[in-house]
């Protein structure tokens, strides 16, 4: 089992930037992918970055140039680097990590709001 804990959301104003981290713990060696995801309000959770245990990114549209997704393998860490903060990147940003050796079981942390003002 994995456990996962975000920190770093908050209150910022736009152009502004932020820098999320997730630190998992427990069985930390099975961890693969991490990545984040958000869901802002009245919409659908929806990825935002994810990065391979061999550093391979992927962004949604919507955040490439602004955000950077980075991690530390050893200290099963994961960052989320926002830089350009718009009103509409305004979500509860989830932790996720993929467990890479069980098939399909992933683990979810518990969100941390991201709130950016105009």
């Known amino acids: 089992q994995v456990q996962l804990v975000e920190s770093g959301g908050g209150l910022v104003q736009a152009g502004g930037s932020l820098t999320l981290s997730c630190a998992a713990s427990?069985?930390?060696?099975?961890?693969?992918?991490m990545g984040w995801y958000r869901q802002g309000p009245g919409k659908q959770r929806e990825l935002v970055a994810v990065?391979?245990?061999?550093?391979?990114?992927n962004y949604a549209d919507s955040v490439k140039g602004r955000f950077t997704i980075s991690r530390d393998n050893a200290k099963g860490t994961v960052y989320l680097q926002m830089t350009s903060l718009k009103p509409e990147d305004t979500a509860v940003y989830y932790c996720n990590s993929k467990d890479r050796t069980v098939r399909a079981r992933e683990y979810w942390g518990q969100g941390t709001q991201v709130t950016v003002s105009s």
């Open positions: 427990g069985s930390i060696f099975s961890v693969g992918d």
């Open positions: 990065m391979t245990r061999g550093g391979t990114t």
